[in-house]
């Protein structure tokens, strides 16, 4: 009888244990995928991919057994055995000098590279990268841009995990919609009327109640047509949901404290990707806040810009507010609060002060909404009171209406897109640049 017992230890080691020291002018076995091969007659240099970057291997003619350099090709993958040693000009600062190689897989015989992934930029249109995704994202830069999205949810979850935040896991098949609107795509479910749902709304304030503070980091839906740069129909929203609250603000206040935390994980364990990709961070120790009905006047006179949609912000004006903050208090973030309460949902809390507008916000990060957030009703009769104004039914909402009927705390939360997030972080001019496989109006493969 044999037993699993859990990992086994390997002689394999990865590139993080050379380049500790201890290995250097010792025999290694590393093994890795064939990112490029560079023949330079007496000897060759095949550099292979790792999951941590890539590892140079010198192959001397005469001096390999198991498979010579001339048969070795892009996508092999290999293991191979050799001396490694320093090497300023290698990428990592160091080298195999390989005595021998096993060759673990090969390609199909026939097959070409589609693109030229081992180059520093691939020189390809985003068109053919997202048709090619699946070898477009085996090059460096790629690679580098979804692994700073990996530390902005590792930042995510950190940092709430640490603030007494529990995970929760909320359906995506839905009944309702809780956005309202008609951007919803439908689903016929065993003979009932389903959606995707638009967002964790419902259930994070459901959860509210139970737990006090819960998060979330999953996918959401939109129907929307609309195919610009800005926009996708399937992406990751980063919620949370925290009760207690003595306003708004203290939303606002834990999430510039949440991005100060991950942009120091993001420096900290993430400086390669960082730099390959040559990103600043932004600072997050002062964002400013803003009326929205003050942001817009401000930039309509400081840009001689009329006012055309009172209610709300277009991509323009959130353009501008971006510009009009970097220049005046060199703030590439800034939050924008108090949105009207015609453009905000039903279950956006309306200023006590002034019912025209809601305690709500959005935060722009260099001229584009990532964030929306605000607190929410939490009367029972307040609800239902906004929900008939809307010339909504409650008797459709009786599950939502039940955790307002038997009581809940004062609580707000917000929705980050992770994706938007990372492409402004990174500067991308295209939100699809930083989807691993993005959903849009013409696209659903690969």
Known sequence: MEFVKGIKEKEIVEISDILTG????????????VHAVRDMGEFSFVVLRKYEGLVQCVFEAGKVTGAEA?????????????????EERAPGGFELK?????????????????LPISKWKMGTSLETKLSLRPIALRNIRERAIFKIQEGIVRGFRNFLYENHFTEIRTPKIVAGNAEGGANVFKLEY?????????????????MVGVYDRVFEAAPVFRAEKHNTTRHLNEYTSLDFEMGYIDGFEDIM????????????????????EL??????????????????????????EKYDRKIK???????????????????????????????????????????????????????????????????????????????LKRGMDPAEFNDYLMIFKH????????????????????????????????????????
């Open 22 to 33: 201890d290995l250097f002018q010792k025999q290694v076995i590393v093994r890795g995928a």
């Open 70 to 86: 001339s048969c070795i090709r892009e996508g092999m993958t290999l293991e191979v055995t050799g001396i490694a040693s320093r």
């Open 98 to 114: 390989v005595s021998e190689v096993r060759v673990l897989s090969e390609p199909a015989k026939d097959s070409i590279m589609p």
């Open 190 to 206: 065993f003979g009932k009327k389903a959606f995707l749902a638009q967002s964790p709304q419902v259930y994070k304030q459901t």
């Open 253 to 272: 206040d834990m999430e510039a404290a949440l991005l100060t935390y991950t942009f120091d994980l993001l420096k900290k364990d993430y400086e390669k």
């Open 275 to 300: 730099k390959i990709l040559n990103v600043e961070l932004p600072s997050t120790d002062k964002i400013p806040a803003v009326r929205f009905d003050e942001a817009k006047q401000l930039v309509a």
């Open 309 to 387: 949609n009172p209610y709300d912000l277009e991509p323009e004006e959130e353009i501008l507010i971006g510009k009009y903050f970097k220049e005046e208090y060199g703030s590439d973030l800034v939050f924008v609060t108090h949105y009207p309460s015609k453009k905000r949902p039903f279950y956006a809390m309306d200023d006590p002060a002034d019912n025209k507008f809601t305690l709500s916000f959005d935060l722009l990060f260099k001229g584009m909404e990532i964030t929306t957030g605000g607190q929410r009703i939490h009367s029972y009769e307040a609800q239902v009171e906004k929900m």
């Open 407 to 446: 009581g809940m705390p004062p609580h707000g939360g917000l929705g980050i897109g992770l994706e938007r997030l990372t492409m402004k972080i990174l500067d991308e001019q295209n939100v699809r640049e930083t989807t691993l496989f993005p959903r849009d109006v013409t696209r659903l493969e690969p």
